[in-house]
């Protein structure tokens, strides 16, 4: 047990070590939406057990409630579209010429310039039990919202990542102290402020666009504790300790098939891309049962604090309100699972449903794009299909 407290203590401060020097461009934190974390507010450092804390607190990995992730499929739109919306987005992949994308598009005006359009999808598969948390998991996830229809550009990051970590539980009299550490080996690729034409185009059927895309490879370091105290839990993430710098290449495409190849060619870069470090401070209570027999109404409620470091010396520090997380689930009959929470000072709600070995899970939520809450919303869905032992 001491040697594998030490290698997570090396872990740690090897990542620490490694926060780049020079010119630094903040790559996008990685955090695959899934409707369990985000029905519950975005809110899991305290509670993390399972397949989410391979995404959240490597802590979780030695908790009660591990499990064999065979497949996880999940899809997260970041509107909610209407008919004539979904017939719009047809219409847009669709249209051969630059001007007939025009007018698809503005046909979206709504949705584009008050909501932002964009969807995020994930698979994997994952491992987390006694102590161990391996996982394998491929993330897309495009964003874009402009003042005026046509002069939206979009922001799109693929990956793939592979994780491996450890986590043992040390007693301290009353207090049950978790403490775990992983590695996380990504290739990334991203592209960034492409017109949302040349996005349209490099998605549908239009003509050739041309826009940039880097990609690249690096290693991250997550670590966390929790401790646990009769029905209390406080929890303590830091995640991508250090910034993850990402070996970047740059290449020009024509497609979005070249944002996910991962070439290893192209032309070097003078920038660092760095995924910011984020630090999470949360705290949970799980009354065991309330009011009601634990078997047929169990609930937990938590809430945490999280705080993204950005690196690059133009980056603008968000609000405290927009770091604030709150969050509960609830146990029906033991299979059904209510959840519901504050994201950034936005109402979430979720349920899951699991039957042998079928888990399906959907969320619906807002989120805040901008620096204060309040002042850029975006709303959207998520739902997970998962094969889940």
């Known amino acids: 047990m001491r040697k594998t407290i030490i290698i997570l203590l090396i872990f740690t401060v090897f990542g620490l070590g490694s926060v780049a020097a020079g010119d630094i461009i903040d790559s996008p934190v990685y955090a695959p939406m899934t409707p369990e974390v985000i029905g519950q507010g975005g809110s899991f450092t305290a509670v993390a057990h399972g397949y989410n804390s391979l995404f959240t607190n490597p802590a979780g990995f030695a908790r009660d409630g591990g499990s064999f992730t065979l497949l996880s499929a999940t899809a997260s739109p970041y509107f909610l579209p209407s008919d004539e919306d979904m017939q719009n987005i047809d219409s847009v992949m669709a249209a051969e010429t630059e001007e007939s994308i025009a007018n698809s598009l503005m046909g979206l005006e709504e949705v584009i310039t008050g909501n932002g359009i964009g969807a995020a999808g994930n698979a994997g598969i994952g491992l987390v039990n006694n102590g161990l948390g391996l996982g394998i998991v491929g993330n897309m996830d495009f964003y874009g919202r402009g003042e005026t229809v046509l002069g939206t550009s979009i922001d799109a990051v693929y990956d793939w990542a592979v994780i491996g970590g450890l986590a043992v539980p040390v007693n ?32 549908g059927d239009g003509a050739e666009p041309s826009f940039e895309v ?65 630090t999470s401070y949360g705290i949970g209570y799980d009354p065991d049962g309330f009011l009601l027999p634990s078997w047929l109404f169990d609930p937990v409620f938590h809430a945490e604090y999280r705080k993204t470091h950005y690196q690059a010396e133009d980056a603008k520090e968000d609000s405290f309100w927009t770091g604030v997380h709150m969050g509960m689930e609830a146990k029906v009959l033991r299979f059904i699972k209510l959840r519901s929470g504050i994201n950034q000072g936005y109402a979430t709600f979720g349920a899951g449903v699991k039957l042998l070995f079928l888990d399906l899970n959907a969320s619906y939520f807002t989120r805040e794009m901008g ?13 997970e299909a998962a094969i889940r032992f």
Request: net charge negative; glycine share 14%; charged share 25%.
């Open 371 to 383: 620096r204060y809450a309040g002042v850029k919303p975006n709303e959207g869905f998520t739902l």
């Open 172 to 203: 301290l009299g009353p207090v049950t102290a978790y403490v775990g550490g992983d590695l996380r080996y990504m290739l990334r690729a991203e592209a960034r402020d492409v017109g949302i034409i040349e996005f349209a185009k490099a998605a």
């Open 214 to 278: 880097y990609s690249g490879a690096g290693l991250g370091f997550d670590f966390g504790t929790i401790l646990e105290l009769g029905k209390w839990t406080v929890g303590f993430s830091a995640r991508d300790i250090g910034g993850t710098d990402l070996s970047y290449k740059k290449n020009t495409a024509d497609n979005l098939d070249q944002i996910m190849s991962f070439d290893g060619s192209g032309e070097d870069i003078e920038e660092t891309y760095s995924i910011p470090m984020v």
